[in-house]
Nanobody
């Protein structure tokens, strides 16, 4: 199983980023996928999740600003983040549960002017 995140970077407050997570090594279309984030000195928290058929849920106070989506043909899950705030600064991780948690290496998102 491999999860590879990309798309992070430095963005000004109010800006947008789209994160991607390319998955391999399992039947991507059959599994719920999630995005987590971990800010410095804080615990990792669930940001958004999407079922195998595309039903999505947002967590961590990101409702209406973040949108999770997936392309099962590309084995990729996305996180569109709009109206970014400094408190969104964190390492963002892709996750799948396959009888145990699998994580990507993370992608850094920094929101700062």
């Amino acid at each position: 199983v491999q999860l590879v995140e990309s798309g992070g970077g430095l963005v000004q407050p109010g800006g947008s980023l789209r994160l991607s997570c390319a998955a391999s090594g399992f039947t991507f279309s059959s599994y719920r996928m999630s995005w987590y984030r971990q800010a410095p000195g804080k615990e990792r928290e669930l940001v958004a999740a999407i079922t195998s058929v595309g039903g999505s849920t947002n967590y961590a106070g990101s409702v209406s600003r973040f949108t999770i989506s997936r392309d099962n043909a590309k084995n990729t899950v996305y996180l569109q983040m709009n109206s970014l705030k400094p408190e969104d600064t964190a390492v963002y991780y892709c996750n799948v549960w396959l009888g145990g948690d699998y994580w990507g290496q993370g992608t850094q998102v920094t929101v700062s002017s």
